[in-house]
């Protein structure tokens, strides 16, 4: 059956005119779908995209007073200070490290009274004993703390005389 036109008083056929509703609708449909989809990857990759794309937050935790030893070196007697840092990607994993400092800090003034001058003047000396001194805190951990990851150890000072 038609329908009539009537500013024109023509008649239209009704399935032309509910064919051009639907496909409206359908228009209107993919147009607010594909806004919504839009917003959500413009949002998403404004807030960092999925969490595995997002680098670890560090944590530091300073070990407070510097470290201080002396060493013999040519029967001289010699010093060393030294500030370290731990760091890690879990503040729990520094927590562990705060209860057990005093085994942190025993162990570390060893390892650097045990130490050479001549080896310690190169860069590479120092960089062997910033990963000797990481797996030591890493061990002492792992044996005390239930396997809490330290990332690393830095010097933040170095001073020898």
């Known amino acids: 059956m038609a329908a009539v036109d009537k500013e024109k008083g023509d008649q239209v056929p009704a399935t032309t ?4 509703r639907w ?6 449909l993919l147009v607010l779908g594909a806004g919504g989809g839009g917003g959500a990857f413009y949002l998403n990759d404004m ?17 407070q007073p510097e470290l201080v030893v002396n060493f ?8 060393l200070q030294a500030g370290l ?3 890690a990607y879990e503040p729990r994993a ?16 060893m390892l650097l ?15 062997a004993l910033r990963i000797e001194a990481r797996e030591i805190v890493r061990d002492l951990l792992a044996e005390r703390a239930n396997h809490h ?9 170095f001073v020898m005389q």
């Open 85 to 87: 840092e731990l760091m």
């Open 94 to 109: 520094l927590d562990a490290a705060k209860e057990h400092m005093p085994v942190i800090r025993h162990e570390l003034l």
């Open 17 to 20: 005119r509910r064919g051009s």
């Open 113 to 127: 009274s045990d130490q050479e001058f001549e080896t310690l003047i190169g860069s590479e000396g120092k960089e």
């Open 23 to 28: 496909g409206l609708m359908l228009v209107l």
């Open 149 to 157: 990851e330290i990332e690393d150890v830095f010097f933040t000072s």
């Open 47 to 63: 807030h960092g995209g999925d969490r595995a794309d997002r680098k670890p937050t560090s944590h530091y935790l300073a070990l």
């Open 72 to 79: 013999r070196d040519a029967g001289r007697v010699r010093y």
